[in-house]
């Protein structure tokens, strides 16, 4: 894992991949810190962090998506997935490195926050623009897992660029889509039937057996149909927690703007975790087939 890792960091400043990535975050957070914090003589660096998280929706999927597209595309994914290294030796390789070149602008991050506490911030205003950084790095890692495990579905770089910034653009937007899912539990019935449908057709493609897709399929209706028959505020109260979770970016925003919440932090530490298993799944079937 570690020869992947020094490989991989060693082509984003071999390009210009990783020069831009952290130049424009840096210039972006210079000029947020400047205008918010400076001239205004503010200690909290949490409204930086969270005017920045806008600009993390375009440059993390310029930073993730030739992490596998790039191999597929260039043929040298078959000598890589022959190597002797495991196939979460090569996903986690592959993730640290783009950590490693988000985590450069996070620290420079963490010297603004310091030169504030140096300028007369109180120590408990420090620590939580400390935790807050904390927790800006930790949604850049599950937005950089979602990204690679999208770069993992195509060969062309473009392509994994716009879904990884169509996907982030979406988590985005979700608080303001979620007033438009409030119908009830009709609603929630006809979702969970495509979500169902979808991943009865993963299972009939994993396992190619036609006959098993059409069966989970048959068995997830009766279920829901049961559900929106009995239990028709269970499905209302599930479909409005599934939205929740897909609200990427609203956790950090009320992690900022209250105060330090743990299950915040195991919640993107889950999501990354949850896209490095995937991205493994997807490496690990097409060094078998």
């Not at 190597?83 to 950590?99: E, N, R, Y």
């Amino acid at each position: 894992m570690f020869a992947i890792f020094k490989r991989e960091l060693r082509s984003y400043f071999t390009s210009l991949v990783g020069y831009v990535v952290i130049g424009v975050m840096l210039a972006f957070t210079g000029l947020y810190y400047s205008a918010n914090c400076l001239v205004y003589g503010t200690s909290d660096f949490s409204t930086v962090l969270y005017s920045t998280t806008l600009v993390m929706l375009f440059l993390l999927p310029a930073l993730t998506m030739r992490s596998f597209a790039d191999e597929r595309r260039n043929k040298t994914d078959q000598l890589l997935l022959t190597s002797p290294v495991s196939v979460w030796g090569i996903v986690l390789g592959k993730f640290f490195a783009m950590a490693a070149v988000f985590a450069l602008p996070c620290a420079v991050d963490a010297v603004m926050i310091f030169i504030l506490w140096a300028l007369g911030g109180t120590v408990s205003a420090l620590l939580a623009n400390l935790a807050g950084l904390l927790c800006y790095f930790l949604l850049g890692c599950a937005a950089i897992a979602l990204c690679e495990f999208l770069s993992g579905l195509t060969e062309n770089q473009i392509i994994a660029a716009v879904m990884g910034v169509a996907v982030l653009l979406l988590a985005y937007m979700m608080p303001s889509l979620r007033t438009m899912f409030n119908a009830g539990s009709a609603v929630a019935l006809a979702v969970f039937t495509g979500l169902a449908g979808a991943a009865s057709v993963l299972v009939g493609l994993r396992t190619r057996s036609f006959t098993l897709g059409c069966l989970l399929f048959a068995a997830l209706c009766m279920g829901l149909s049961g559900l929106f028959l009995l239990k028709s505020a269970w499905l209302t109260s599930a479909f409005s927690t599934v939205l929740s979770a897909l609200c990427l970016f609203t956790p950090f925003e009320e992690f900022v703007n209250n105060s330090f919440s743990l299950p915040t932090l195991v919640y993107y530490l889950s999501v990354t975790g949850l896209f490095l298993f995937f991205t493994a799944q997807s490496i690990e079937k097409r060094r078998w087939n």
